[in-house]
């Protein structure tokens, strides 16, 4: 029973292009986040929803687009795909928007623009 | 500036040695703070949260200085499985909810 799952676990595609990653918990969370880790392992907060409501959008180009259809759902959508958007990209979930609590981290998405 | 920063490593230690990581973090508001692991290839998972009054957790004791603003991490007896990268994670309260900032982690590979 995963708890964070993220669909696809390997995605390799050619500048220009349009993907979608997906992710899913099932943990009840109400919050739910977008990370980027690039090759030198920087992990940065790209957005975060609470509820299916956008909360944090850092300074993201606007190719990407999260989705969020309802609470334990919450997909990545990224258009006109760059060489520098090949990352690992990880979904994560918390039970609350506050208070010092732990963030569930979904395998990861290995992004590969060529 | 990064706002957390940590040595990037490698820390090559033999089994059962002692070893430390510190990070240091640049926001004075920073409300939380956390060690996290992540192994190669691998998502992070949270080792521990670190307190001010510090913390332990079996091998894993964790401090924290919010004088200094430094948070430090021993390992004590060294195991190979502990062979991943730490992240030293700092989390501020904001409009939009809590946010994570992470280290870029200091590598620890243990020897036989």
């Known amino acids: 029973d995963t708890a964070v799952s993220q669909t696809p676990k390997y995605l390799v595609t050619q500048m220009g292009n349009d993907k979608s990653i997906k992710c899913e918990q099932n943990l009840g969370h109400d919050t739910m986040y977008w990370y980027k880790q690039d090759s030198k392992k920087f992990l940065k907060i790209m957005f975060s929803?609470?509820?299916?409501?956008?909360?944090i959008n850092e300074t993201v180009p606007n190719r990407f687009s999260p989705k969020s259809p309802d609470k334990a759902h919450l997909n990545l959508h990224i258009n006109s795909l760059e060489l520098g958007d090949s990352a690992v990209y990880f979904c994560?979930?918390?039970?609350?928007?506050?208070?010092?609590?732990?963030?569930?981290f979904g395998p990861g998405t290995r992004l590969t623009v060529t | 500036r990064k706002e957390v920063e940590q040595d990037p490593g490698p820390f090559n230690v033999p089994e059962g040695a002692t070893v430390a990581f510190n990070c240091t973090y640049s926001?004075?508001?920073?409300?939380?703070f956390f060690w996290y692991r992540q192994d190669c290839r691998k998502e992070p998972k949270l080792l521990m949260s670190?307190?001010?009054s510090g913390n332990e957790d079996g091998r894993f004791t964790a401090q924290l200085n919010r004088a200094s603003q430094y948070i430090s991490l021993l390992i004590r007896d060294s195991k190979l499985s502990d062979s991943a990268t730490y992240l030293c994670v700092v989390a501020k309260l904001t409009g939009g909810g809590n946010k994570l900032t992470f280290g870029t982690g200091t590598q620890l590979k243990v020897e036989l």
């Open positions: 926001n004075s508001a920073s409300q939380s």
């Open positions: 670190v307190y001010s």
């Open positions: 929803y609470n509820n299916k409501e956008l909360i």
């Open positions: 994560a979930s918390s039970p609350r928007l506050a208070g010092a609590s732990e963030q569930y």
